[in-house]
């Protein structure tokens, strides 16, 4: 049974006041709503956790729901026939403000929203729509509605695992989540007795237990009047919350397992994406009126880059009929991870296992490298790109962040850290001295906690370099330049030991002591 997709569109209107970007000329926006419907038992979704647990219609199909965004070419005739997807950080749009050079915005419209008009002026068509199911309305996020897995018999129920840190001093209540953007999985109890709370200075540290009378599930509610105690405040009792009247201490890991019902099929993200993209290439109904698409490309940064080697590794990038998705990916400072999305009881927006907070998130977790190798530890053989008929192309990109938190090097190494070549469909390039997030408007030099100035070196330029390239090497076979990366054949890839000791001894600067410490399931 095929896929179904049908678009609704609420609202559509010309995007910068109409402003004509050079040959392509005006651009307009569209908004509106994406309904999918999968058969669970077809082999596009295999894999998918939960799927056959959904609910299902009188035909035997799941249905969900995304919201969508594209600017267009308003002649469609005068672009480039090119669709560049922006995996929405946490539901946030992102292309324009890194490509663009334009303010952050989830809802862009104005010729300031357009920044230095780049994709606009190449013709592409941008496209956005919301993969992450569970994400909260609020800051206009694009949200993802996605059914509830349950069993026959009632609630699927089982362990969730999270970690809450306070940033100040008389933080008292979290969602269960952690982040107020996100759907906590409530809890199957209220009573505290029946979960456990510890505490912990450092990731590794011995958990100190938190007694059951010391905290409870409940959340702080604030009226608008006033009592003669001052403002109204009451404590209701809450399956999505954690509160400590005496507060959380700043800087302490705190560390709930409780047991949770309702998981959402969060899976289906990837299954949204290929679907909404193959229905955009190549549907004859052309619903949205974008003409003929001959290629697509897709960007991803941290969460998102590790998203896209995670959708390419599962095997979205074939859709429904076996045809090819993107034609190019280009994930930026994912370091090594995936996005560890198709597993009950996941939290989507947690960070990718830091080496203090979330460390125990498996954001890391073999085959690391698009190339295929063996895992020493466990024998295994694996590579994200598997797939020759169907793989994309692969722009790979990284800072310094990622070699020091994100493992970054697992992309171009074993796992004993040899030097791993690459398939010639793959580039991958280290981008010196940038930040995990190089603000394209950065702000002046400041210190904030850190000993010395934050680098506010501009990457958007490099940015663009990367879709011009990736577009020539699709389309045209014109190769872009070799990967630039360490190595360990020319030294410049080295163990901790070899550089702290070839690092200058620089008086009152401070180094690392030590390599970022992989958590579960890392590397």
Known sequence: MTNRVELSISDRFAFADGHAFGAVGAYERLVGRARFAVDPAAPPQRGITDLDKAPLDADGLVHFAADFSILQPADPSRGNRRIFFDYGNRGNKRMLQFFNDAPASNDPRTSAHAGNGFLMRHGYTVVWLAWQGD???????MLLDLPVARERSGPITGPVRAEYIANRPGVTTFPLSGHASTRSHPSVSLNPREASLTRRRYPYDERISVPPENWCFARVEGGTGLDNQGAEQALVPSDTHIHIPGGFEPGWIYELVYTGRDPLVLGLGHATVRDFISFLRYSTEDAVGLGTIEKAYAWGRSQTGR???????????ADAAGRKVFDGILPHVAGAGRMWLNHR????????????????????????????????????????????????????????????????ALVHTDTRGND?????TVRIYFWASSQ???????????????QNFLNTVATSMLFRRMIDAMDRWATDGISPPDSRIPRRADGTLVTFEEWRRQFPAIPGVATPHGLHRAGAGGG
């Open 135 to 141: 994400l909260l309305p609020g800051n206009g996020r």
């Open 307 to 317: 998203c896209l080697r995670d959708f390419v590794y599962r095997g979205f990038n």
């Open 345 to 408: 009881f996941a939290n989507a927006v947690v960070s990718g296992g830091q080496q203090y907070e979330d460390h125990f998130n498996v954001a890391d977790s073999f085959p690391f490298s698009y190339a295929e190798t063996t895992d020493h530890l466990t024998g295994r053989t694996d590579a994200i790109l598997k797939r020759p008929k169907t793989d994309p192309l692969v722009v790979h990109t990284q800072t310094s962040t990622e070699y020091w938190q994100r493992r970054s």
């Open 420 to 424: 791993l070549p690459q398939p010639p």
């Open 436 to 450: 995990h997030f190089a603000d394209p408007n950065p702000p002046p030099l400041e210190r904030g906690i850190r």
